[in-house]
């Protein structure tokens, strides 16, 4: 099991925060479906990214969140494809935000 180390404080953006519907402990299986406009779904996710690559600082976590939300595609959901897209665009120039 992994620590959290970001909470909802972190987030920079306003999501959904359902309450029966989420699942209070993810399985972290690769084809996992994640909502990117739950609030639930997308901390667990960065989360679990930063404690399976080591990644640690504030703006890791932004820019995380900022792809996400802006930039990944709408037909990339599933925990597998939602990372490669990540680490295929992680260091990617994007404009017209």
């Known amino acids: 099991m992994y620590m959290s180390r970001f909470d909802k404080k972190a987030l920079q953006y306003q999501y959904q925060w359902p309450g029966r519907k989420t699942i ?4 972290f299986l690769d084809e996992d479906l994640i909502d990117v406009t739950n609030g639930n779904d997308v901390l ?3 989360n679990r990214f930063f404690a399976v690559h080591g990644l ?3 703006s ?3 820019r995380l969140e900022y792809l996400l939300r802006h930039h990944l595609p709408i037909n ?3 925990r597998k494809d ?3 897209w990540i680490k295929k ?6 404009y017209n935000n």
């Not at 209070?24 to 399985?27: A, G, K, N, Q, R």
């Not at 665009?89 to 994007?94: A, L």
């Open 82 to 84: 939602i990372t490669a």
């Open 56 to 58: 640690i600082s504030d």
């Open 44 to 46: 667990n996710f960065i």
């Open 89 to 94: 665009n992680w260091d990617r120039k994007f």
């Open 60 to 62: 890791s976590f932004t």
């Open 76 to 78: 990339v959901n599933s």
């Open 24 to 27: 209070l402990s993810p399985t």
